[in-house]
């Protein structure tokens, strides 16, 4: 029997249910892609999604990697985000972290976990960067998850701090970042109140003045 038998048949079950409720479903998902939403998340197997916000196939874009990173020299990320915004017109585009991320854990110990060291650096300086905020709190585990809530503030400004996002408001797209948590243990979103929707709205030595 193939190894991988039971997700097969799991698939099987899966696209018979979607067109017992809508017989064109896949044919009609087939045909086109016209989403409002990228989200960036973790790749942690415990945070999907497109159940998380009760989408559907088609219904979210979706870049994800360890610790829900922005990275301006990940040219995977920027294709993801340049594909979303110029190509088909998101009007969001969410980051979206979780409490309880094992990356995150990760960048602030002082171990070696291996070659997933260098990716975590990001994740190491923002809490670098916040450290003498985030050690004075008492408990280890609220410490975590403020790191977890900056790493999402430090990567949503690092999304508008492209020139894929800033040359879309210089043309008049709407779009908007957001930046949420999301909980394990609870499955409910902690949206921190993050909306950047103009370039007025980020620090000024990172605003691009025209279109090339």
């Known amino acids: 029997m193939h190894p991988l038998q039971h997700l097969l048949e799991n698939n099987m079950r899966w696209a018979s249910g979607q067109t017992a409720d809508d017989p064109h ?7 086109q892609q016209n989403p409002d939403y990228l989200w960036i998340g973790c790749a942690d197997s415990r945070v999907p999604a497109n159940e998380i916000i009760g989408l ?9 990697n360890v610790g829900n990173v ?6 995977n990320c920027l294709s993801v985000i340049h594909y979303a915004v110029e190509i088909l017109k998101v009007k969001h ?7 309880g991320c094992g990356g995150v854990q990760a960048a ?5 976990h291996g070659l997933i060291d260098n990716w975590l650096r990001h ?7 916040h ?17 977890c809530e900056l790493n999402v503030v430090e990567q949503v400004a690092n999304v508008c701090y492209t020139t894929i996002v800033q040359n879309a408001w210089l043309r008049g797209q709407p779009l908007a970042v957001h930046g949420w948590v999301y909980g394990l243990r609870d499955g409910l979103i902690n949206d921190l109140g993050i909306t950047i929707d103009d ?13 090339p």
Do not use: W
């Not at 479903?25 to 045909?31: A, D, G, M, N, V």
């Not at 602030?108 to 070696?112: A, K, L, S, T, Y």
């Not at 370039?199 to 279109?211: H, Q, S, V």
């Open 108 to 112: 602030m110990e002082n171990r070696q």
């Open 123 to 129: 994740i190491k300086d923002v809490y670098y960067k």
């Open 131 to 147: 450290q003498l905020d985030v050690d004075g709190i008492d408990d280890v585990a609220h410490r975590r998850e403020r790191v």
């Open 93 to 99: 585009i969410i980051v979206c972290g979780h409490y």
């Open 56 to 64: 559907d196939p088609g219904e979210v874009f979706v870049h994800r």
């Open 70 to 75: 922005v990275v301006h020299t990940d040219m």
């Open 199 to 211: 370039p007025e709205k980020i620090a000024p030595t990172y605003r691009m003045a025209d279109l």
């Open 25 to 31: 479903y896949f044919q009609r998902l087939s045909t």
